[in-house]
């Protein structure tokens, strides 16, 4: 039997809504069945490795706040014993799947070589935890922005041999995560952006950006991964203008470059936010382009304007999501990914589950809400009315292309404008508290 690391805690179970035990689901409760499919197969819920497993709580004003039971030991052994502390984490919280970046599992070494010889001695570990448990990989990724020589960018730098070493980053890291089955592999943009136009070409870097994910796409092909490749937008930071600034310019960056067949995207709601979206404005975007993939499910912070990463709480913006996954017939192969850590004060172990259990009930609760809101469809009967004289002989012209302007001047000549319908902005957003409140 090997170490125990969260002693304090037992399997959280589903009590329901009385439940007064933090330790346990008010509203996730997996097995039960919405819209025909059990709650855990709608949320597929992720943690992600980083957060949960690497972080400190270290902030820019401060260092490490928080220390871990895996903490100390040589980097090798740190990682080992990081493995079984996230399997025995997820399996306690019954969470089904994981996201990792190269770095977060196994420490860089001082060279490529080492890094991979690294990556694979712990993968070994990783997929033998799978195996014992069922847990498996929602997607991983390439940590290409943390290390001095992406101080440029990867595949934006204006250094060609760091685009190259992003490219075995890359690969290797790709390697992996077809190793563990990964459902999904992602791209964010971590330096990917410029802080100056006085010292960019931008039409260049752009090229670099869209050669090398050309480059991935190609590779994934070529090994087999037949996973979802995901771009993460992100408006800014670290990098004063990011690339991918939200879901609308990376779609048409991926149609500019031929790429939006072979990437689709995966959406933060902390992102959102920064690049002054609501959560709902980037995933229907996504989902109205079919290029919803999969969500990083956390939330900012109105006041501070960073990337704060908090838990999600905020039943709004859960329901909505959801109804917007819900619209788009489910999120697999991608999930909801976790992309959230506790606060720098939140300094003990038992604060890792009650933050992921805070964010798995509002979810779930998002989740029947947006249910029912689509099975009564309140809003789309609303929004079809709204549109009705497009249903009319003169709408029909206009959306099937046959009508131009001298069509529409003498409509207009002969029958003037009627009256528009009411928005009923304030109805519709009372009838959603009441879903809120009441479903
Ligand atoms: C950072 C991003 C990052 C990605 C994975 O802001 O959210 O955590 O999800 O590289
Ligand atoms: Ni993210
Ligand atoms: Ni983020």
Request: proline share 3%; net charge negative.
């Amino acid at each position: 039997m090997s170490k125990v690391y969260f002693p304090t805690v037992n399997k959280i179970a589903y009590e329901g809504p009385q439940s007064t035990n933090p330790f346990a689901f008010k509203y996730y409760n997996p097995e039960e069945i919405v819209l025909g499919k059990p709650m855990k197969e709608h949320l597929r819920f992720s943690m992600a490795y980083w957060h949960t497993f690497t972080y400190m709580g270290n902030d820019p004003f401060g260092g490490a706040s928080i220390t871990r039971e895996w903490d100390g030991g040589d980097p090798m052994t740190q990682a080992k014993e990081r493995v079984h502390a996230a399997f025995e984490f997820m399996e306690k919280m019954g969470m089904e799947y994981f996201c990792f970046h190269d770095v977060d599992i196994a420490p860089r070494g001082a060279t490529l070589e080492e890094s991979n010889r690294n990556l694979d001695e712990i993968v070994d570990e990783i997929e033998a935890e799978m195996k014992r448990t069922g847990i498996k990989c929602l997607w991983g990724t390439t940590n290409a922005f943390g290390d001095a020589k992406f101080v440029h960018g990867a595949s934006t730098s204006c250094n060609a041999t760091v685009f190259a070493y992003t490219a075995a980053q890359i690969k290797k890291a790709m390697e992996v995560t077809k190793r563990l089955g990964g459902e999904n592999y992602v791209f964010w943009g971590g330096r990917e952006g410029y802080e100056t136009l006085l010292n960019t070409d931008v039409n260049r870097e752009l090229d670099h950006f869209a050669a090398m994910l050309k480059m991935a796409a190609d590779y994934a092909d070529k090994i087999g991964f037949t996973g979802q490749l995901m771009i993460e937008p992100k408006p800014k930071e670290p990098t004063r203008h990011q690339y991918d600034f939200d879901a609308q310019s990376v779609i048409g960056f991926l149609r500019k470059y031929g790429l939006e067949k072979r990437f689709v995207l995966n959406i933060e709601a902390n992102h959102a936010t920064l690049a002054q979206h609501s959560f709902q404005h980037e995933l229907h975007m996504s989902r109205i382009n079919g290029l919803l993939g999969s969500i990083d499910a956390n939330m900012g912070d109105p006041i501070l304007g960073w990337d704060t990463d908090q838990f999600p709480t905020n039943l709004y913006d859960a329901t909505l999501c959801m109804y917007e996954v819900l619209q788009q017939g489910g999120i697999a192969p991608g999930g909801l990914n976790f992309d959230a850590k506790v606060r720098r004060a939140s300094t003990d172990a038992e604060d890792l589950f009650l933050g992921h259990i805070a964010g798995m009930d509002t979810f779930a609760r998002g989740l029947k809400v947006a249910a029912k809101m689509l099975e009564d469809k309140v809003f789309i009967k609303n929004i079809d009315e709204r549109y009705a004289s497009y249903n009319t002989e003169l709408g029909a012209t206009i959306e099937n292309g046959t009508a131009d302007f001298e069509s529409l001047e003498q409509y207009a000549l002969k029958n003037g404008v009627t009256k528009s319908p009411s928005g009923r902005q304030e109805m519709l957003e009372s009838i959603l508290n009441q879903y809120i409140l009441e479903a």
